[in-house]
């Protein structure tokens, strides 16, 4: 599979939500659906890694499909209110490396 950069997977799914009449969901509904997914993100990851292991009824789903579904929902959101998603994570990695450049402690690549 071709690596795609945000703004392909971003008109990707304009595309997809554009053949339906209902287009987008209203913000608020997309932030329930969002909520739901984490929700479902947070189940597999406590069945895989927590103390609640899956029952053997349970259908099999994974960390990787839920976070699909929060990263499609993101689109959706971001897509609905005209956020170009590259722009938003240069502005926040700009953040993260000028208020929180000190934060935490760096891996020493200095070899000693």
Known sequence: ????????????????????????????????????????????????????????????NSIELELGDILFITICFANSLGIDLTEAHHKVMHKFNTRDADRWTKVNTDSE
């Open 1 to 60: 599979m071709t690596e795609r950069s945000l703004k392909d997977m971003q008109q990707e799914v304009d595309a997809y939500i554009s053949q339906f009449k209902e287009g987008y969901f209203s913000p608020l509904a997309m932030l329930a659906r969002m909520s739901e997914e984490v929700g479902e993100l947070a189940r597999e990851v406590n069945h895989e890694f927590g103390e609640k292991p899956k029952k053997s009824s349970e259908e099999d």
